[in-house]
């Protein structure tokens, strides 16, 4: 997935996507312009690395998704050789950490499964009749009765 801040995106549509394949243009420190800290808008690297002005008057998701498309263009084989490097080191060394300024940021991988719900154990008698027995039915509960048949 190519685009420029996509974390607002994946959040705001209730998904992820494996970091490995992500390209994020706001993320991708080469593509920062010289002294720029903070992450910088579309538009500042737009007008920097492309010469054009975007988001003029109205916003525009195509113009956005192809400027984001243009910038990792112009940086992919650079990008892609860090990206192919940085997964070779952490499968040799899942623990370390990349700091190298000039090669973007870093690139967590899940080392950990994700969260799963915790199921309650039966002890091991329980455990194998609780198998084959069908479900018992709920006994009702306050004010009712059951009634009784009459002829």
Known sequence: VVGHSLQNDFQALLLSHPHVLIRDTSLYRPLRPPGQKKTPS?????????QEKIQDGTHDSVQDAKTALRLYMLKSKAWEKQMQSAMQHRSAEPNSVMDDEDNGEQVERDSVA??????????????????????KAKEPSGPLKKSKKRK
């Open 42 to 50: 579309l538009r500042k690297l737009a007008l920097h690395w492309l």
């Open 114 to 135: 994700p969260r799963q719900k915790k199921v309650k154990k039966l002890p091991k008698a329980k455990r194998s009749t609780a198998a084959s027995e069908p479900p």
